[in-house]
Structures are given as C-alpha cells and as structure tokens.
C-alpha cells in the first residue's frame, strides 16, 4: 500500500489521515501564556519603561507590517493590513482570498476559487462547479498536499461530485475512489481498504476542511462580499469573455437596464405587449447564444447513404455525455470540413438519430444540394458540428405580441381580459353533448377522458399541456 495513492499524490500519504483526524490546528492546543513566552511581542515595552515616544524601526520584527516572526507566523498578523497591491494570480475570482490551503484551481476554465462561503449557501468553488457544470480540480502547490489532481485511484475519474476518501485500516493513507462503480463493485475492494467508512468530498455544499481548508474570519471579512445574484451574473459574463472581472460586472450592470417584473394585472393590451416583448427578445438572444456556443470540434465522421439517396454521417458529441448539449430529432446542424486532404466544405442536414441504449452515435442526414458530389465521403477526421440555431418560434412570439396590442379583434374579448388578469365570470357553454365519444380507428375512452372532453366543451378557454 505504499504506493497506494502515488496516483493522486504523494502528498497525501501518512499524514492524511491524521489530518482528517485532527480537526484543528496547532494554535489551538496553545494557551496564553505559552504564546506570548515563546514570542517578544512585549520587548519595546519590556524595554523601554521612560514612557519616551519610540520611533518604529522597518527593520523591527516586532512590527505588524513585517512578517511575522517564531510563533505569530500561525497568527498572520499581517493579514489585517490592507493589501494595495494587485492580487496573487491564484485569489479566488469571487472574493479574492488567496491562501494557498483555502483555493483550489477549476481545471475546467483555469481559473481559482476558495472554499470560503461568504454570502451564499454553498463554498465558492462548489457554486462556481454547479454553475459552470465543471467537475475537476487540482490543489494549489503550496498548500499541504501539493499540486493534485483529484481523481479516483482506481480508475481515473475526476468528477469531484462523484469522489470520495476510505481511511486505509492502518490509518497511514486515505485513498480517493469514485462512488460509482469504484467504492461499490466488490471486485475492487482491498484487504486494508474499509469500503463502509466511504466518504464524500464534498459536504454541506463545501470541501472537508483537511483536503481544502476554509479561510479564517479575518480573511472573510477583508474579501470582496457578493451576493448570489452578482455571481451568477458574473458567470454570465465569463461564457463570453473568460477575463471579465468585477470591474466589468459593474460597468454592465450600469448600462443593462432590467426589464418590467411581469404584473398580475394589466391595464391594456399595450403594457401587455410593452411587458413580454423583452422578455420573448432576452430569452431568444440567450437561446442563440447557447445553442452557437454548443459548437464541437474534431469529430470523426461515419459516412452512409440512405435509402433516400441521402448522405448520413454518424459522429459522436461529447457535450451530450457531460449533459451541455439538448439535442432531439428534427434539429438542424452544420457540418463543416477543415482538414488538408481536401478544400474547406460544410452542409446543413437534420438530426435523424440522437444517442440512445445501443449507440451513442448522433445522425445527420444532409439536405439535398445541387453538388452532392462534393461530400467528403473520403475523408473521416477534422469535422466540426455547429447547431443551427432559428428564431422561428420567437418570431411567433413577437408577431402574436404586437397584434394582439394593435388589433383589438385578434381575440376574442373573453381572452382579452384573461390575459390582462381582469376577473372574469365564467358561464357554462351550452352546446348538446354526443352520447359517445368514439373516434374512428381508436379503442373507447375511459371515464376519466370523456369527464375531460366535457370540461372542455363546456367552458371557453381550456390550457392543454402536451407530454409529447
């Protein structure tokens, strides 16, 4: 078992698992006394009783801009001065805290967060992780068990979601194993590994404190403090410039205007249309921008021919396994060629499989074009996949908008106040109701469907929700 998590890092053999043990630090078993004995934290005093004004020296250990010295080193005393110059690369990109035991850097963006809560529920990294849908991480050098990248020592995964640590029976090394199918597939279990006392890494929406270490009081409360709303915005930000700052979250949020809350009540079909009209625009520029943004490259292309004499290429997305990509049948992609064997070359088609139990293959039939001669069939590397996004729907959305603002008889004047949220007496429809609802070709409905189809008959607006 010596080299049992040299996988992981040597760093965390022998003294891990007293670490996990030990729950608190050095300082803690200290008592007054003891400090200040073996520390001179007194001397100017001790040795100037004149009561003369003394002229404090930069050379003197004893000041609090200097480093600390002996024993304060555990103290850090100079972290209470204000810091002017710039922050370490390595500051969490929240608050800012930067002690190399309380960050860890996201593998996913390269960028460092701290295990600090601050303002939210969860830890800085475990907010941005869930926001960003990242899933590995790697320790800061300096802190105690050095560069690692966390991973699981059995078969390599590193979702940090998924990881967890078993204490070794000789408690002289903790070993990392995924939850699934790692920790519990009997198979991999070892004489010295004590599969029942599996932990997660995360808990409480944070990292145990002896893998990645929250900051002190005195650090949290010299951090940048943001709210939840001010981080997700920021996260908004980093998908299209992964070097926006706080600075720049400022600047946006002076020159975004928010739009109107949406009202239980309106007072015409203008404010109506004056409400939802940009909210229907935001939500499709946001659509747009998620949907351009799922762009995968080097894929390798299958080639078929269809019965419908129709070009087929099978590929694989790898977006869709880490669960970024939406895709469903009937959407339209782009695939385009960039390799050397031959002249750029791209074509529309329609997704006509999405991966399913038996493959993870997605399949893209190409429209017809003038050239089908130039397909690649030949070459099989160096493809890309872009989606093809459509405003069709918003467009809808808005057209719908504006007439039911500009013409008062697009609906009908029960609707109209419907929408506009005014009360509106509802009288039962009188219409003669079939002694049987049966329609041709289909089995009789039950009496739960014909109670369903009279309700609808019988009243003048009905919402019907499709699981399909």
Known sequence: MEDAFSHVGNHLISDSAAAIKAGGDDLSTLNADALYASTHVGRRRADDDDNQTDLYNDDDNDSLASAPVGAMQGLKLGSFVEEDHEPPAHACSYCGIHSPSSVVKCLGCEKWFCNGRGNSTSSH????????????????????????ILECYNCGNKNVFLLGFIPAKA???????????????????????????????????????????AP???????????????????????????????????????????????????????????????????????????????????????????????????????????????????????????????????????????????????????????NDKSVPTECTHNFSADYVWKATSYDRMQLALKTFAVDDNSVSGFIVHKLLGRDVEVAPMKITLPKKFTAPGLPDLNKSQVDAIKSVLQTPLSLYVSSY
């Not at 907010?127 to 320790?139: G, P, S, T």
């Open 125 to 148: 990294i475990v907010h941005h992780l869930v926001r960003a849908r990242h899933k590995e991480i790697q320790l800061h050098p300096a802190s105690t068990l050095g560069d690692t």
């Open 171 to 213: 408690d002289t090394v903790v070993v990392l194993l995924c939850r699934q199918p790692c920790a519990a597939n009997t198979s991999s279990k070892d004489m010295s590994w004590d599969i029942s006392r599996w932990q997660p890494l995360i808990e409480e929406r944070a990292f145990l404190p002896w893998l990645v270490s």
């Open 216 to 370: 002190s009081d005195a650090e949290q409360l010299r951090a940048r403090h943001l709210t939840a709303p001010m981080m997700a915005k920021l996260e908004e930000l980093w998908k299209d410039d992964s070097t926006a700052t706080i600075a720049k979250l400022a600047e946006v949020a002076s020159i975004d205007d928010e739009p109107h809350p949406v009202l239980l009540k309106y007072d015409d079909p203008y404010q109506y249309q004056n409400i939802f009209g940009p909210l229907v625009k935001m939500e499709s520029d946001y659509d747009k921008k998620l949907k351009e943004a799922q762009s995968e490259d080097n894929l390798v292309v299958r080639w078929d021919f269809g019965l419908n004499n129709k070009h087929i290429a099978s590929f694989e997305l790898h977006k869709i396994e880490s669960g970024d990509v939406k895709l469903a049948v009937g959407d339209e992609m782009r695939l385009r060629y960039t390799g050397e064997l031959r002249s750029n070359w791209e074509g529309v088609g329609y997704v006509v499989k999405i991966p399913n139990n038996q493959s993870d293959e997605v399949k893209l039939e190409l429209r017809k074009s003038g």
